[in-house]
Nanobody, 115 residues
Framework: QVQLVESGGGLVQAGGSLRVSCAAS????????MGWYRQAPGKQRDLVAL?????STSYADSVKGRFTISRDSATVYLQMNSLKPEDTAVYYC???????????WGQGTQVTVSS
């Protein structure tokens, strides 16, 4: 099993920066990929950024050039710059792990960007 705990959300003004973190525990050696998703009220949960076990990254078009995903051992970070009100959402950490890939999710952390 892999457990995930997010931290670092909060309130920031438009144009500001914020970093959210996700600490993984448990079978971290079996993690294939980690990522960040977000869900705004009344909307579906969408992919924001992914990072694989070998360090390859990918981003949603809406955050390219503004957000950076990185990983340090069992912790994954999402550095968010030039934040916009439309970035307001609950941000969830995800891990794909195991020989027959399974998903784990964190509890979510609220990010609110005021205009």
């Amino acid at each position: 099993q892999v457990q995930l705990v997010e931290s670092g959300g909060g309130l920031v003004q438009a144009g500001g920066s914020l970093r959210v973190s996700c600490a993984a525990s448990g079978s971290i050696f079996s993690i294939i990929q980690m990522g960040w998703y977000r869900q705004a009220p009344g909307k579906q949960r969408d992919l924001v950024a992914l990072i694989t076990s070998v360090g390859s990254t990918s981003y949603a078009d809406s955050v390219k050039g503004r957000f950076t995903i990185s990983r340090d051992s069992a912790t994954v970070y999402l550095q968010m710059n030039s934040l916009k009100p439309e970035d307001t959402a609950v941000y969830y950490c995800n891990a794909v792990w195991g020989a027959t890939p399974r998903n784990s999710w964190g509890q979510g952390t609220q990010v609110t960007v005021s205009s």
